[in-house]
Nanobody, 120 residues
Framework: QVQLVESGGGLVQAGGSLRLSCAAS????????MGWFRQAPGKEREFVAA????????YYADSVKGRFTISRDNAKNTVYLQMNSLKPEDTAVYYC?????????????WGQGTQVTVSS
């Protein structure tokens, strides 16, 4: 079993920055890929970014490419999402997820989410 806890959400003005963190416990963190997803009110959950177990490969949705950066610290069992140049359309609940079988595999565990609100 893997437990994921997100933090770092909040209210920020457009153009501002936030850094989300996702702390993992349970199975060996460094052995699985991690992803960030988000869900805005009235919309389906969408992919934001993903990172391989080693951190050597990263992927981003086109909507956040160049503004968001995903990273991980396996010594701290934590994955991060640095969000810069935030826009009102980035407002959503952000979730981290763990894929035991690597990038491209189904995500097996999910956190409870953290709210990000970007005001115009």
């Amino acid at each position: 079993q893997v437990q994921l806890v997100e933090s770092g959400g909040g209210l920020v003005q457009a153009g501002g920055s936030l850094r989300l963190s996702c702390a993992a416990s349970g199975r060996t963190f460094s052995s699985y890929a991690m992803g960030w997803f988000r869900q805005a009110p009235g919309k389906e959950r969408e992919f934001v970014a993903a990172i391989s177990w080693s951190g050597g490969s990263t992927y981003y949705a086109d909507s956040v490419k160049g503004r968001f950066t995903i990273s991980r610290d396996n010594a701290k069992n934590t994955v991060y999402l640095q969000m810069n140049s935030l826009k009102p359309e980035d407002t959503a609940v952000y979730y981290c997820a763990a894929a035991l079988y690597g990038l491209g595999a189904e995500y097996d565990y999910w956190g409870q989410g953290t709210q990000v609100t970007v005001s115009s």
